[in-house]
């Protein structure tokens, strides 16, 4: 199993407070990824990485700020929570292969389930 | 805005069924993706293909990518009550961004 781990993996919080979620890796991947899933929706990209201090923004980044100071370190702050940012938050991780270009297999984390109360 | 466009969204059949899965963007792809996912994990990679025109067989799973490269399909053949599961597409470009269709939830009935 790739090395990637998410913390914490619940989280009960209420509406307004600042709350962090982190994703480790131990592969060395170059690329990072936070996702938001909701009934629906699938997997909506939130921010990504592709390397450190290296970040761009997804499709449902309002709200949502990330940082990546290390390698193995991928932040995700949701700066004031509010209900409708209530999901389940998935990281992943994947590498950059081929001659053509294009991502290697994506790992994902075991996922973070919070809800804003 | 890249985006891709799963259908159907949801599919009930019985067992011995053909189903096909179609996963459409207005964009090009470097490469497409399939991964299913189970309740409470992360999803898991079945098959990426690269090259448009592409055909890739995996068991009862045919994966083809279009010629373009802007849309590709999932077909199973003979469905098991085994393949119930949320089937997702992702494409990615030049810049490592990977992004996801809605997804489709396949229910296969004994």
């Known amino acids: 199993d790739a090395g990637i781990t998410q913390s914490p993996r619940h989280k009960v919080t209420e509406t307004g407070t600042p709350v962090t979620l982190r994703c480790h890796q131990t592969?060395?991947?170059?690329?990072m990824y936070w996702y938001r899933q909701d009934p629906g929706h699938g997997l909506r990209l939130i921010h990504y990485?592709?390397?450190?201090?290296?970040?761009d923004k997804g499709e449902v980044s309002d709200g949502y700020s990330v940082s990546r100071s290390k390698t193995e370190d991928f932040l995700l702050t949701l700066e004031s929570a509010t209900s409708s940012q209530t999901s389940v938050y998935f990281c992943?991780?994947?590498?950059?292969?081929?001659?053509?270009?294009?991502?290697?297999?994506?790992?994902f984390g075991q996922g973070t389930r919070l809800t804003v109360v | 805005t890249q985006l891709l466009e799963q259908s159907p969204q949801f599919l009930s059949i019985q067992e011995g069924e053909n189903l096909t899965v179609y996963c459409n963007s207005s964009?090009?792809?470097?490469?497409l993706q399939w991964y299913r996912q189970e309740p409470g994990e992360g999803p898991v990679l079945l098959v990426t293909?690269?090259?448009?025109?592409e055909v890739k067989k995996l068991k009862r799973l045919t994966f083809q990518f279009g010629d373009a490269r802007k849309d590709s399909s999932l077909h199973i053949t003979a469905a098991q009550p085994g393949d119930t599961g949320l089937y997702l597409c992702?494409?990615?470009?030049?810049?490592?961004?990977?992004?996801f269709g809605q997804g489709t939830t396949l229910q296969v009935k004994p």
């Open positions: 964009s090009v792809f470097s490469s």
């Open positions: 293909v690269v090259t448009g025109g």
């Open positions: 992943a991780i994947s590498e950059w292969g081929g001659q053509g270009g294009w991502n290697t297999e994506a790992f």
């Open positions: 990485s592709y390397g450190v201090k290296d970040t």
């Open positions: 592969e060395n991947h170059r690329y």
């Open positions: 992702a494409g990615s470009g030049n810049t490592g961004k990977l992004i």
